[in-house]
């Protein structure tokens, strides 16, 4: 069935360094949303991506949507502690149910 | 303020004694879900409704009962909860104008624990 990986499971950075989160689908998407989730909070929309090869930005987040619409990224530039959660994509499956990447934990090291 | 309310934050009970988890929301969305979120498994949908006695099954909808009698309400019923049904739960919203998935709208979750 349709499914949609995302990596990598946690990611651990100094404060000041890069993220990145990957999603894969296994099949073409007509969208891709992002989400952010802090510690102890609910789902929060980020950004959705519409046309192949989509880039946008948000401050410091870039998102991207492949040429085949079957990929996307998230990169964080320089994260702040701000930044700490848990960034899911996901995707259509029908007009009603969305898909959803596992998740990728961001953790600021002390 | 635009918003999906979701009651009680925190619930423990026992197994077999039902339960009901409330839902409410203000933005006169049409589609409204329930969601289940455990460590390592992102989010599984339980149900949805795409609008008033519209509701479908989710990924994961045993042991759960739904319905959508108002557009504002979709509370989420646990006949005989189990403790595999300890989780944590999201309720969410959005409407369904334009032809494509508009952003979802997330409460701000139940923690479930049944022992």
């Known amino acids: 069935g349709q499914q949609v990986m995302q990596i990598p499971q946690y990611q651990h950075v100094q404060e000041g360094e890069d993220f990145t989160t990957y999603c894969n689908s296994s099949t073409t998407l007509s969208n891709i949303q992002w989400y952010k989730q802090r510690p102890g909070g609910h789902p929060v929309f980020l950004i959705q991506l519409v046309k192949s090869g989509e880039v946008k930005k948000q401050k410091r987040l870039t998102f991207q949507f492949g040429e085949a619409k079957k990929n996307s990224s998230l990169h964080i530039t320089a994260t702040q502690t701000t930044d700490v959660g848990t960034y899911f994509c996901a995707g259509p499956r029908s007009n009603y149910q969305l898909i959803w990447g596992a998740g990728t934990k961001l953790i600021i090291k002390p | 303020e635009a918003q999906v309310t979701q009651n009680p934050r925190y619930l423990i009970t026992v197994t077999g004694k039902k339960l009901t988890v409330t839902c409410s929301q203000n933005m006169n969305h049409e589609y409204m879900s329930w969601y289940r979120q455990d460590p390592g498994l992102g989010l599984r949908q339980i149900y949805y409704?795409?609008?008033?006695?519209?509701?479908d099954k989710g990924d994961v909808p045993e042991g759960y009962k739904v319905s959508r009698k108002e557009k504002r309400n979709f509370p989420l019923i646990l006949e005989s909860p189990s403790p595999n049904q300890t989780s944590l739960y999201f309720c969410?919203?959005?409407?369904?104008?334009?032809?494509?998935?508009?952003?979802?709208?997330f409460g701000n979750g139940t923690r479930l624990t049944v022992t």
């Open positions: 969410a919203s959005r409407g369904i104008q334009g032809s494509y998935n508009s952003p979802l709208h």
């Open positions: 409704s795409m609008n008033v006695e519209v509701t």
